[in-house]
C-alpha cells in the first residue's frame, strides 16, 4: 500500500463549480502537506502549503488537514478553464533540517468545461 | 529571472545503455533534487543535492545516481538502462535545502523513453 493515496480522476466539472480534491495517507509521522498544480508539459507548481492540521486559504483555494483521518483536501471556489491541470498532493515529516522528503500522490486530472 | 532548466527535453535509449540528465537551477539556489513521475507511482524523490553533497536519497537502486558542481548545476546519470525507467524525470531548485521549510520551483522534466 502507498503511503500516500490520491484518486487520479480524471475529473471534469462546469465552470463555477466547486471543485474537492483530496488524498489519504498512512505515515502519522507526516506534518507539512502541500497542494502542488502540474499543466501538461510543465513541471508542478507549489499552490499551497500547511503544517499539521487545519484550515489554509489563498483566494479561491482553501487546504484543509485532518490529521485524526489521515485525510486533506484541497477546495477550488468559482472553477476556471484554466484551473484545468493535474493536481498533486505532497506531504512530509517534520526531520532533522535539511532531511526532509516529500511524498507525493500520484496526482488527480481535472478539467473545468466551460 | 529565468527558471529551472532542463536538457535535453526529450531522449530515447535502448535497453542496456546509459543516460545523462543536465539541470541548471534558478541562479543563487544551492539545492537541486530530483525526482521521477509515472503515470502509476507518480513524483518519486531520487535525491537532492546541496553544496556539491548529497544530502537525502529516495528509494532507487545504485543504477541512478547524480553530482552537482560548484556553480549548483546538477546532473543525473542512469546506468543500464530497463524499459520500466521510462518515465519523465524532473529536476527542482530551491535556496537551500528542506523540502518543506523553501519551496522548490520546477524545471520542465526530460522525457526518457527506453525501447
Known amino acids: 500500500q502507498k503511503e500516500v493515496e490520491q484518486d487520479p480522476g480524471p475529473l471534469s466539472v462546469p465552470e463555477g463549480a466547486i471543485v474537492s480534491l483530496n488524498c489519504t495517507y498512512s505515515n502519522s509521522a507526516f506534518q507539512y502537506f502541500m497542494w502542488y498544480r502540474q499543466y501538461s508539459r510543465k513541471g508542478p507548481e507549489l499552490l499551497m502549503y500547511t503544517y499539521s492540521s487545519g484550515n489554509k486559504e489563498d483566494g479561491r483555494f482553501t487546504a484543509q488537514v485532518d490529521k485524526s483521518s489521515k485525510y486533506i483536501s484541497l477546495f477550488i471556489r468559482d472553477s476556471q478553464p484554466s484551473d484545468s491541470a493535474t493536481y498533486l498532493c505532497?506531504?512530509?515529516?517534520?526531520?532533522?533540517?535539511?532531511?526532509?522528503?516529500?511524498?507525493f500522490g500520484t496526482g488527480t486530472r481535472l478539467t473545468i468545461i466551460p | 529571472k529565468a527558471g529551472v532548466t532542463q536538457t535535453p527535453r526529450y531522449l530515447i535509449k535502448t535497453r542496456g545503455q546509459q543516460v545523462t540528465l543536465s539541470c541548471s537551477p534558478i541562479?543563487?539556489?544551492?539545492?537541486v533534487s530530483w525526482y521521477q513521475q509515472t503515470p502509476g507511482q507518480g513524483l518519486q524523490f531520487l535525491f537532492e543535492y546541496f553544496s556539491e553533497t548529497q544530502r537525502n536519497k529516495g528509494n532507487f537502486p545504485g543504477r541512478f545516481s547524480g553530482r552537482q558542481f560548484s556553480n549548483s548545476r546538477s546532473e543525473m546519470n542512469v546506468s543500464t538502462l530497463e524499459l520500466g525507467d521510462s518515465a519523465l524525470y524532473l529536476c527542482?531548485?530551491?535556496?537551500?535545502?528542506?523540502?518543506?521549510?523553501?519551496?522548490?520551483?520546477f524545471g520542465p522534466g526530460t522525457r526518457l523513453t527506453v525501447t
Open positions: 541562479s543563487g539556489h544551492r539545492s
Open positions: 527542482a531548485s530551491s535556496l537551500q535545502s528542506g523540502a518543506f521549510t523553501y519551496e522548490q520551483y
Open positions: 505532497a506531504m512530509s515529516p517534520v526531520g532533522n533540517f535539511g532531511n526532509e522528503k516529500l511524498t
